[in-house]
């Protein structure tokens, strides 16, 4: 039988440090609260893609017929 290893187990302080939120990895203290500017960038993106959205009022599905031609029934 061989005995299972536990690599770097005397690593002293091993605080829980705050996971990615976009990836998961530990954050790096540069980096914070993300792991990388890879994903700090990453998060940006999203507020500027519009993948954050702010809660607002439910737009009826209807609502979205009818709306690209404005023109048409104005002749
Ligand atoms: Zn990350």
Same mark, same amino acid.
């Given at each position: 039988m061989a005995e299972p290893t536990q690599p770097g187990t005397a690593a002293g302080h091993a605080r829980p440090a705050a996971p990615c939120p976009i990836c998961g990895r530990p954050a790096e203290a540069k980096h914070r609260p993300f792991c990388s500017v890879r994903c700090a #960038?990453? #998060?940006?993106? %999203?507020?500027?893609?519009?993948?954050? %959205?702010?809660p607002g009022p439910p737009v #009826?599905? =209807?609502? =979205? @017929?009818? %709306?690209?031609?404005? =023109? =048409? @029934?104005?002749g």
């Amino acid at each position: 039988m061989a005995e299972p290893t536990q690599p770097g187990t005397a690593a002293g302080h091993a605080r829980p440090a705050a996971p990615c939120p976009i990836c998961g990895r530990p954050a790096e203290a540069k980096h914070r609260p993300f792991c990388s500017v890879r994903c700090a #960038d990453a #998060d940006l993106g %999203r507020w500027l893609t519009g993948q954050y %959205r702010v809660p607002g009022p439910p737009v #009826d599905p =209807e609502d =979205e @017929g009818g %709306r690209l031609d404005p =023109e =048409e @029934g104005m002749g």
